[in-house]
């Protein structure tokens, strides 16, 4: 499966972004689908899953009711909706998909996007 996010941008602190991930090639209802995010010399972190089908969703504690994941499987795309952002949250985000339940290890994921870059600004 090949995946493309986008919606990235600047943004104050406290405001909103949307990005979306698209996903084309095989049965996108197959697979989990996450977010990552990488600040400039940090490590790739575990940020957001959703199930399948969508019925599990685990978030990381940093952006737990911050944050809402969603996917709409007929159009094959992911979303995530990011509200009262904070500058700590500044990172080039991934989106990625595994055939694995509800994983959070990077490891476990077979197919990654190209990422979009979000700052946010204090």
């Known amino acids: 499966v090949q995946l493309q996010a986008s919606g990235g941008g600047l943004v104050q602190a406290g405001g909103s972004l949307r990005l979306s991930c698209a996903a084309s090639?095989?049965?996108?209802?197959?697979?989990?689908l996450g977010w990552f995010r990488q600040a400039p010399g940090k490590e790739r972190e575990f940020v957001v899953v959703i199930s399948s089908f969508g019925g599990s969703t685990i978030y990381a504690d940093s952006v737990k009711g911050r944050f809402t994941i969603s996917r709409d499987n007929a159009k094959k795309m992911v979303y995530l909706q990011m509200s009262s952002l904070k500058p700590e949250d500044t990172a080039v985000y991934y989106c990625a998909a595994s055939e694995s339940s509800i994983p959070r290890g990077s490891h476990v994921y077979d197919y990654w996007g190209q990422g979009t870059q979000v700052t946010v600004s204090s």
């Open positions: 090639g095989r049965t996108f209802s197959n697979y989990a």
